[in-house]
């Protein structure tokens, strides 16, 4: 719009502008921008810059009217009009004052003739005189007629009177005759005088011309000025009809405007606000100002500022409005945006200020968690070295109370590591690190391995059942470490909190629960119910909801009882939700709780082996097939022989580790027997089975015959929970225990030096771990990489393999898993399918090997990434953190090359 | 200068070092390493890692430089710097490494750009130390003396 103004602005002034706040392609050349009321046909009329040429006294009528009836108008018309009024005034008054002399005088005259015709009644004719004045005329007559009536009375007396000298009346005939003379041309004078008056009244003429072109000359400026405005101004009367409007819409004749209201004119948003805004101001008769945004079909949407004020006529009566619209669409949208942008930038500076505290917030949390994270690893491996070492004192010659103070220290220590396990666990759900496998595995074995490793180390007369419904399908797929950890973790709670009945596990089938979102459905998913039950002391309602929290427990006098960390059922309820299920329970004080999990699993089929045996070969005995194992859907656990495990810690259990799946019977274990002095009912216990008990690997391997038995040691079922404690404490009871180097005489160890890989992408670190190894005697090959390392591992029979975590090419994890896939089948199609390229030469000397288990320690360093649950996942049997030192590298050594 | 004096400040220096966190006790793990049948041990494995650093920082300046950061080439490069560090005990720029890989994970240009100025930083810090180690223990060797070993328990 203002853009087109101003291109407008170059045109002619004088040609007929059709404002640009309008569009130029509406209307029609014979509409003028004034529009004033009047009759029909004479409608070109003010809008005349050359007034002069078209002036008509009719154009103009009407608004001399108007403005003659208003107190308001141009100031500068009424000041003219006023002007000229005074003037007329004057001269009125001039010829007015000039006509009572010249009336005087000829009353003078008058009577000054009847004088003399009262003194010669004889002269009766009058002279007839033309009366100068009509006004007069009259007056004259009358007194003419007075004349006359005297004349008769006078007669009368005149006729009494004496006329006798003739010289006296000479005399009187003829001073009569001058002074008629006289009055004679005293009236002609009056005449030319009173013409000359004439005269000068046409002259005054003169400034009516002025006023003329005076206004002519305010109509001109006014035009010009507002001919490109973008302003719409009228007169309203009081019924809000038009009767002046300039600069319409071009699309409208006037006589679609004058006489019609607003809102018979418009039609559209604003035209009523408008017209009620007109009304309010001619009722108020106060001048206001408002802006009114109109939404008309005929000319869309535009904004305008109005300015109304009300007109009164001089007696002070309303007789309508003036209005004046300019518009300022523009405007308005420019202030607007304006607002908008001011606004969204105080939102937008909102959002950044609270996303700079979230991500302050967030860092800090971050930090906080790396560094617990960090610190529970950095101190679980001194800790780890504590436990060991008083587990090896355990082993030593020892008094009774010397004992008795071990074991507390013993079974403190696994309470930290385990409060250290259970953060670390937290903090890696928390965190996002925690990752889900998807390994397909036998529920059923689950549940019996579980209940089994709980039957090993339990302490009380309790029962242990489990229960799978025939509908649970053999095999599913699922992240079974951690399924086994919450097992785990929820069967201890069980038998911590219960001191007589049972405790047990049921499996169930059911349909998809609500909670779930329908995405997650899909054919081959199947969710199963496993509630873990007991007839223990149960949970008051009021505690419920505090259950699943971080370090709490139903309440601090169980806690003083109980000990825990309240650590478990939390880690339980993050494990069941990141895996897509629920954790629930229900409670009675001193009948007992359940713990029930929904979990969405995979279906897996059965036969198919080949997958299977690389993935959770741990977790199912391939081994050892017995038919009944795989289908059977109820086991029972009794303790037998009474309490026997009262040396353990603490029942805790929730760090599983698979490769430490303890299957064999707890009787089966005890070769030895040591008397335990703990054991208050003085029952002969048969504790640990340290030295008697143990088994090589390889023995306890074929023994069984079960590929999962590897390295069951006492440890498992004294406790469980140690885990990443155990396996360095086990290497020192073994080498500590006298009866344990006896027995350890394989020809690999005797014949020659060990054969030790290390897998190492590092040249720095390779350099100072091979400098280690030279310094303590040892030398040993460098794979750079997981790729390397397995065919290093498959050419060449290894003693022990050091394997880095984090590698290219391939890491450490997937290596171990790939050499483990082929411990179990003898075959690298694992591998193979992985995309390593085995060479194929020398594959039967690795066959020969394939039941041994290649012990592999990890090299972490201390992430998250790369924890130790991660790398015991993977089958590795033990890591060493980072940076290595010569003692950690001893003492592995020493553990693993006996 | 006097040996006893050189072996001195060789001490002192060796202990300011531990004490300002430049090393920590895993470079003591190197000079329990180095013996009769290897006596370069230490500086062999420094100069290694100097040379190694040295390229890996190169490496990182460039990958950092680039329009779009590949944080899948970054992040090795810093994990193998931090092993290097790690193992030879310079202590500050494996920590700063650490917070570095931190970095990485959340793919912060910004804060890869300020880590590796403190890596850099650090690693200068470091280099410059050992040269200076290794010069006062030449200076030693060179007039005949021992050096002296590093008492273990700061």
Not at chain 1, 30 to 39: L, M, Y
Not at chain 1, 639 to 650: A, M, V
Request: hydrophobic share 35%; with cysteine.
């Amino acid at each position: 719009m203002v853009c087109e103004m101003e291109t407008d602005q170059i045109e002619e002034m004088d040609v007929e502008v059709l404002s640009s706040m309008w569009p130029d392609d509406v209307g029609t050349q014979a509409d003028n921008q004034f529009n004033v009321e009047k009759p029909a046909g004479d409608s070109d009329t003010l809008k005349e810059v050359d007034i002069a040429e078209k002036r008509t006294m009719a154009d103009l009528k009407r608004l001399p009217e108007l403005l003659n009836t208003t107190d308001q108008g141009s100031s500068q018309l009424t000041n003219l009009v006023r002007q000229w009024e005074y003037m007329q005034d004057h001269a009125v008054r001039l010829l007015r004052e000039e006509l009572k002399i010249l009336t005087r005088q000829r009353e003078e005259a008058e009577a000054k003739e009847l004088k003399i015709i009262e003194e010669h009644n004889f002269e009766t004719e009058e002279p007839e005189n033309v009366p100068v004045l009509d006004e007069t005329s009259h007056l004259f007559r009358r007194f003419r007629q007075k004349k006359r009536d005297e004349l008769v009375d006078s007669k009368r007396v005149v006729i009494d009177e004496e006329f006798d000298t003739v010289a006296y009346w000479k005399q009187k005939a003829l001073s009569l005759e001058k002074m008629l003379e006289a009055s004679t041309e005293r009236e002609r004078r009056l005449i030319e005088k009173l013409n000359e008056s004439l005269k000068t009244m046409e002259s005054h003429s003169a400034p009516v011309e002025e006023l003329t072109q005076n206004l002519k000359r305010a109509e001109g400026f006014l035009h010009f000025i507002l001919q490109n405005a973008p302003i719409v101004m009228g007169h309203q009367d009081k019924d809000l009809r038009y009767l002046f409007i300039y600069n319409k819409f071009p699309s409208l004749r006037e006589q679609d405007i004058l006489g019609k209201t607003d809102v018979e004119i418009f039609h559209g948003g604003g035209v009523k606000e408008s017209e009620d805004f007109k009304r309010e101001v001619l009722e108020k008769g106060k001048a206001s100002k408002r802006e009114i945004t109109f939404e008309t079909e005929l000319f869309g949407s535009k904004t305008f500022l109005i300015y109304v004020e009300p007109v009164y006529n001089k007696a002070r009566e309303k007789i309508g409005i003036n209005y004046m619209g300019m518009e300022v669409t523009d405007q308005v949208r420019k202030r607007e945006k304006m607002a908008k942008l001011r606004e969204d930038n105080a939102v937008r500076k909102a959002m950044e200020s609270e996303l700079t505290k979230t991500i302050h917030i967030t860092e800090e949390t971050m930090r906080a968690k790396q560094m617990l994270a960090t610190m529970s690893h950095e101190i679980r491996s001194p800790l780890s070295g504590v436990v060991g070492m008083a587990e090896i004192l355990s082993t030593t010659k020892l008094d009774k109370e010397q004992r008795q103070l071990l074991n507390v220290m013993i079974s403190s220590g696994d309470l930290v590591l385990q409060l250290i396990n259970d953060i670390l666990d937290l903090s890696k759900v928390e965190s996002g690190v925690m990752k889900l496998e998807a390994t397909k595995f036998r529920p059923r074995e689950v549940v019996k391995h579980v209940l089994q490793t709980a039957a090993a180390s339990l302490k009380k007369d309790l029962t242990l059942e489990g229960n799978i419904a025939d509908e649970v399908p053999i095999l599913v797929v699922g992240d079974v470490l951690r399924i086994r950890q919450i097992l785990t973790n929820l069967i201890s709670n069980a038998i911590k909190f219960t001191h007589r009945g049972k405790v047990g596990i049921k499996l169930k089938v059911i349909s998809q629960p609500s909670f779930a979102s329908d995405k997650e459905q899909n054919e081959t998913s199947v969710w199963i119910c496993c509630d873990v039950y007991d007839t223990g002391i149960g949970i008051p309602e009021n505690a419920l909801p505090c259950l699943f929290k971080k370090y709490m427990q139903a309440s601090a006098d169980h806690a003083r009882k109980y000990g825990g960390t309240g650590l478990g059922l939390a880690i339980c309820k993050q494990l069941v939700e990141l895996m897509g299920g629920q954790l629930t329970v229900t409670s009675q004080v001193n009948l007992g709780s359940t713990f029930t999990f929904v979990l969405p699993y995979k279906v897996a089929t059965p036969d198919d082996h080949s997958d299977d045996q690389d993935e959770f070969s741990d977790m199912v005995d391939h081994h050892q097939p017995e038919p009944d194992d795989t289908t059977e859907g109820y086991f029972q656990f009794k303790p037998l022989l009474g309490s026997i495990y009262s040396n353990g810690g603490p029942v805790m259990g929730n760090n599983f580790l698979p490769h430490k799946a303890m299957l064999t019977s707890p009787i089966k274990l005890i070769n030895g027997s040591v008397a335990d002095p703990s054991n208050s009912s003085g029952q002969s216990q048969t504790v640990q089975v340290e030295n008697g008990g143990y088994m090589d690997e390889s023995e306890s391997a074929h023994q069984y015959g079960n590929g999962n038995g590897h390295r069951c040691s006492s440890k498992e079922s004294e406790s469980c929970s140690s885990s990443q404690a155990s396996s360095e404490m086990e290497s020192e009871l073994t080498v500590s225990s006298p009866r344990e180097e006896e027995k350890t005489e394989t020809e690999v160890k005797e014949t020659s030096q060990p054969k030790i890989l290390l897998v190492e992408d590092n040249k720095i670190n390779i350099m100072v771990a091979k400098s280690m190894m030279k310094q303590l005697g040892y030398t040993m090959d460098i794979a750079n990489n997981g790729v390397e390392a397995i065919n290093a591992v498959k050419d060449t029979s290894y003693d022990l393999v050091l394997m880095d975590v984090c590698m290219p090419v391939m890491d450490g994890l997937k290596a171990t898993r790939l050499i483990r896939s082929y411990e179990e089948s003898g075959n690298w199609d694992a591998a193979i399918e992985a995309g390593v390229d085995i060479k194929t030469s020398e594959s039967e000397q690795g066959c020969e090997r394939s039941t041994d288990r290649l012990p592999i320690v990890a090299m972490t360093a201390n992430t998250l990434a790369e924890s130790s649950e991660e790398c015991y996942a993977n089958g590795m049997d033990s890591f060493i953190s980072k940076p290595v030192t010569l003692q950690k590298l001893k003492e592995c050594l020493q553990q693993y090359l006996q | 200068m006097e040996l006893v004096q050189m072996q001195k400040s060789l001490q002192d220096y060796t202990k300011s070092l531990f004490l300002d966190g430049v090393l920590d006790s895993q470079f003591l793990q190197l000079q329990q390493l180095q013996d009769e049948s290897n006596p370069d041990f230490v500086s062999q494995v420094v100069t290694l890692f100097f040379q190694d650093s040295d390229r890996i920082l190169n490496d990182l300046s460039l990958s950092l430089d680039q329009q779009v950061v590949d944080f899948k080439k970054v992040d090795p490069h810093v994990h193998q710097l931090k092993g290097s560090s790690s193992s030879i005990g310079a202590q500050r720029v494996k920590n700063a490494c650490v917070v570095f890989r931190n970095f990485c994970e959340q793919q912060n240009v910004e804060g890869c750009h300020r880590c590796l100025q403190q890596v850099k930083k650090e690693y200068y810090l470091v280099k410059n130390r050992l040269e200076t180690l290794f010069k006062l223990e030449q200076q030693i060797v060179a007039s005949g003396g021992m050096i002296p070993a590093m008492e273990l328990g700061f």
